[in-house]
């Protein structure tokens, strides 16, 4: 997908969290947790998100600009 939105939707389908680009502020923590390294002015989504523990969350992958294609979702817990 060229340019995926990650949205993260809670049990009651409240939107809790979003991204388009990601951030490259992220790259450090990205690392750490052992996530695929991402270029600068990529165009994958990715977020860091405090999310309650036991909880059911909902992940969708959408084209932000409309296009569609094959998305990789991956989670990590960070400390």
Same mark, same amino acid.
């Given at each position: 997908?060229?340019?995926?939105? *990650? %949205?993260? #939707?809670?049990? @009651?389908? &409240?939107? !809790? /969290?979003? @991204?388009? @680009?990601?951030? +490259?502020?992220?790259?450090?923590?990205?690392? +750490?947790?052992? $996530? #695929?390294?991402?270029? &600068? =002015? +990529?165009?994958?989504?990715?977020?860091?998100? @405090?999310?309650?523990?036991?909880?059911?969350?909902? *992940?969708? *992958?959408? =084209? $932000?600009? =409309?296009?569609t /294609?094959?998305?990789? !979702? %991956?989670?990590?817990?960070?400390?």
């Amino acid at each position: 997908m060229p340019d995926p939105k *990650v %949205e993260v #939707f809670d049990s @009651n389908g &409240l939107l !809790v /969290g979003t @991204n388009d @680009n990601w951030d +490259s502020g992220l790259a450090s923590i990205s690392k +750490s947790v052992g $996530a #695929f390294d991402l270029s &600068l =002015g +990529s165009k994958d989504a990715g977020l860091i998100i @405090n999310l309650k523990a036991g909880a059911t969350y909902t *992940v969708w *992958v959408s =084209g $932000a600009d =409309g296009r569609t /294609g094959d998305a990789i !979702v %991956e989670v990590y817990e960070v400390y």
